[in-house]
Nanobody, 117 residues
Framework: QVQLVESGGGLVQPGGSLRLSCAAS????????MGWFRQAPGKQRELVAT???????NYGDSVKGRFTISRDNAKNTVYLQMSSLKPEDTAVYYC???????????WGQGTQVTVSS
C-alpha cells in the first residue's frame, strides 16, 4: 500500500520560512519522480516544484528563488524548503509521486500552510 505523509505545515508570518516533509512508503522511492503541488481556496491545484530520480529540479514561476525541493533516498523523504513566504503562498500543499514510465501517480493527504501576520 502506497502512502505519502506530509508534515511541517502551519502558520507563519510573511517573510518567514517553513520546511515541509513527505515520507513515502510502499514504493521504490529512489526511482520515483517526486513533487509538491498546492491548492488555494477557489483555485486550481498548481505545480510548486518537482525533483526527478536523477535530482533534476523544476519550479513553478511564483516560487523560483524562494523554495527549494530536495530528496533523501535513504529516508524515502522529499522536502520543500520555503523561504520569504508571502500571503499568496497560503494553500494546502500536496506531495506527489510518479513512477518513471507507468501512467499512474500517488498523492498525499495535504498539509496546510498559512502565511499571515
Amino acid at each position: 500500500q502506497v502512502q505519502l505523509v506530509e508534515s511541517g505545515g502551519g502558520l507563519v508570518q510573511p517573510g518567514g520560512s517553513l520546511r515541509l516533509s513527505c515520507a513515502a512508503s510502499g514504493i521504490l522511492f529512489r526511482v520515483y519522480n517526486m513533487g509538491w503541488f498546492r491548492q488555494a481556496p477557489g483555485k486550481q491545484r498548481e505545480l510548486v516544484a518537482t525533483i526527478t530520480s536523477r535530482y533534476i529540479t523544476n519550479y513553478g514561476d511564483s516560487v523560483k528563488g524562494r523554495f527549494t525541493i530536495s530528496r533523501d533516498n535513504a529516508k524515502n523523504t522529499v522536502y520543500l524548503q520555503m523561504s520569504s513566504l508571502k500571503p499568496e503562498d497560503t494553500a494546502v500543499y500536496y506531495c506527489n509521486a510518479e513512477p518513471p514510465i507507468q501512467p499512474i501517480e500517488y498523492w498525499g493527504q495535504g498539509t496546510q500552510v498559512t502565511v499571515s501576520s
